[in-house]
């Protein structure tokens, strides 16, 4: 695999510099015209079908996506491609049945909503964050940031989760057997905004039904907003951002809190990831799957309903605090 690897540069080159050229069905070099053998040439063509396809994913993400930050998608792991079942979105999407009224009741008209009395102060919860944009309230505290109703303009210091992304992360294909990953590409400050969590809005009892199934396929999407009620859960196994990619670790860099913006709805809030320390550029965001937004751990966090009878999925984050299962 080694010397696969020595001939798969970009594209058709290689790490030596001499490139090799299609001839009928087979792959030569160009210096010495010695056949390549048929496995290492076939894997030649599907890494490059790979890269061209990955590309065009690529690319389509970042037109999707309504943030700053950049996405990229790197595989150096397989040959495992785009995945075939999913659609990039930005915000929740409601399951047939299920209505968000994405309209605050109430606005501030704050001149400094850093230092009068603003949206947080009429929800009766403090600002979360502090001049430097880090959340300065402790996990379970819901965030309650400035809305379309407010008179602060866009440089207010109570508008972070609301516009999105700001760093650039990469989607790649991690070699521990957790399939997908998402690393940042960037140096991250401890506490700050990373990505929301986003996907379909279902009710309790559809999560129920398809927690079955996703046991049965050994995959984890299902995010309960259980801030005030349990009526509703996030699924994004078919719909979703970057944060579907995310892998779960017991030692995680990122923590859940509620937010409200526009939707007031307590049984609605949004999902947001905070960086829990610094994290250095190429290091792999993980947050914890039975995270709540509480603050609290739970067992249907991530994997919503009650876990009798169901398939437990083994844990894979190698941590030195790890609790062996994901459910």
């Not at 995945?83 to 399951?95: M, R, T």
């Not at 403090?126 to 809305?147: D, H, R, V």
Request: positive net charge; contains cysteine; proline residues 5%.
């Amino acid at each position: 695999m080694d010397a696969v690897r020595r001939l798969v540069g970009a594209g058709w080159g290689v790490e030596t510099g001499v490139g090799p050229v299609k001839k009928g069905k087979a792959i030569t070099l160009k210096e010495n015209h010695r056949a390549l053998k048929p496995a290492i040439a076939e894997y030649i063509v599907k890494k490059a079908k790979q890269r061209i396809a990955l590309q065009r994913w690529q690319d389509e993400l970042n037109r999707r996506k309504n943030h700053k930050g950049m996405i990229f998608v790197e595989n150096t792991v397989d040959l495992e491609g785009p995945p075939s079942d999913f659609y990039y979105i930005n915000e929740y999407k409601p399951a047939p049945g299920i209505s968000l009224v994405n309209e605050a009741t109430f606005g501030c008209s704050c001149t400094d909503c850093f230092f009068e009395k603003c949206c947080p102060a009429e929800a009766g919860v403090l600002l979360a964050y502090n001049k430097n944009q880090q959340i300065k309230i402790p996990p379970g505290t819901p965030i309650y940031e400035c809305n379309s109703r407010c008179q602060c303009g866009p440089d207010c210091p109570n508008r972070i989760v609301q516009k999105g992304t700001q760093y650039s992360l990469c989607i790649f294909r991690t070699s521990n057997g957790c399939g997908w990953g998402v690393k940042t590409l960037v140096k991250i400050r401890r506490r700050s905004f990373v990505m929301e969590y986003v996907g379909e809005v279902i009710t309790s009892e559809e999560a129920e039904r398809r927690g079955q199934l996703y046991d049965n396929k050994g995959i984890t999407y299902l995010f309960d907003l259980d801030y005030e009620s349990d009526e509703f859960t996030v699924d994004a196994a078919r719909y979703g951002n970057v944060s579907h990619f995310v892998n779960h670790s017991c030692d995680p860099n990122l923590q859940v809190f509620n937010v409200f913006i526009d939707n007031l709805d307590t049984r609605l809030p949004r999902i947001a990831l905070f960086s829990t320390r610094t994290i250095n550029a190429g290091e792999e965001l993980t947050f914890d799957y039975q995270m709540k937004g509480s603050g609290d751990i739970s067992s249907d966090s991530i994997d919503h309903s009650p876990a009798k009878k169901r398939a437990r999925t083994v844990c894979k984050c190698g941590a030195v605090t790890c609790r062996g299962y994901l459910n």
